[in-house]
C-alpha cells in the first residue's frame, strides 16, 4: 500500500506533537518531517516534496498563506489549513472548499480531514484552483495593502519588504522585483500584485511596469505622447500615454 509523506507545519511544539501523534495511528501516512515557521517549511517542502502539508495559518513571520503563495498553487502539494478562531479563514476555506482543522480538534476530526485528501490523492485530483481561489480571496480582504512578499536568496526564502522595491515588471507567468540588492522573481502576475500594491507609494507607468513613486528622479519626453521616468539609481523605464494622466497625478502634475 503506498503511504503518502505529511509535514507537519506549526510554531507550537504541542501542536506538531498532536498530529505525529495522531498521523502515527494512520496506516495511510507516513511523517516525512516537520518545520517550525514559515520560512523553514518552504525550505523543508522543496527538499522533501512531501505529498501532504498539515499547515499553521498562523505563525511568527510568514503565514500559512504566505507560505502557498510562494510555493505556487500549481507546484504545492496537497494542504491542510489548521487555524486557531480566525473567522475569515474559515470563510475562505469554506467557500473554496479547501479542508482545515479548527484548533483544538479531536482524533475523528483529524481522520475526516486525511480521508479527504486521502481520496484527491488517490485520485489524482488537481487542487491548484482552489488553492489559486483561496489565494485570490485572501489577497482581497480590505485591511492595509501589501507590505511584503517571499522571494528565494539562493537556497533559502527570505521576506522581502516592498519599501526596499522601486520597479515591478513583468515576465511571461512571473514578476521581477527591483531593489538595490538586486533582483528576485515572484510567481504572480503584476495585475495581481497591482491590486494589493499601496497606492500611494506605486503606480503603473506601462503595461508591464509599476514603479515606486519615491524613486523617480525625473520625467522627460519621447515620443507620441510617452516619456521616459529616470529613476534615482539611474535606470530608465518608459512612461506609456495610457498611463500618463494617472501617473502625473499621483505623481504631484497635472496633464
Known sequence: MTRFRVLVVDDEAPARAKVKRLLADDARFVLAGEATDGTEALSRIEALSPDV?????????????????????????????STAHDAFA?????????DYLLKPYDAERFTRALDKVHAQLRGGRA???QLHALLEGVAS?????????????????VP??????????????YVRLHTDQGEH???????????????????RVHRGDIVSLDAVARLEPWTHGDGILVLKNGSTVVLSRTWREAFLQRWGMEG
Open 160 to 173: 522581502l519588504r516592498l519599501d526596499a522595491v522601486w520597479r515591478l515588471s513583468s515576465e511571461d507567468k
Open 185 to 203: 522573481l515572484v510567481r504572480q502576475s503584476l495585475k495581481a500584485l497591482e491590486e494589493r500594491l499601496d497606492p500611494e507609494r506605486f503606480v
Open 141 to 157: 480582504r480590505p485591511g492595509r495593502p501589501l507590505e511584503r512578499l517571499v522571494v528565494k536568496v539562493g537556497e533559502a526564502w
Open 53 to 81: 502539508v498539515i499547515l499553521d495559518v498562523q505563525m511568527p513571520g510568514l503565514t500559512g498563506f504566505e507560505v502557498l503563495e510562494a510555493l505556487g498553487a500549481e507546484s504545492c502539494p496537497a494542504v491542510v489549513f
Open 90 to 98: 474559515l470563510r475562505a476555506f469554506e467557500a473554496h472548499a479547501v
Open 127 to 129: 487542487r491548484a484552483e
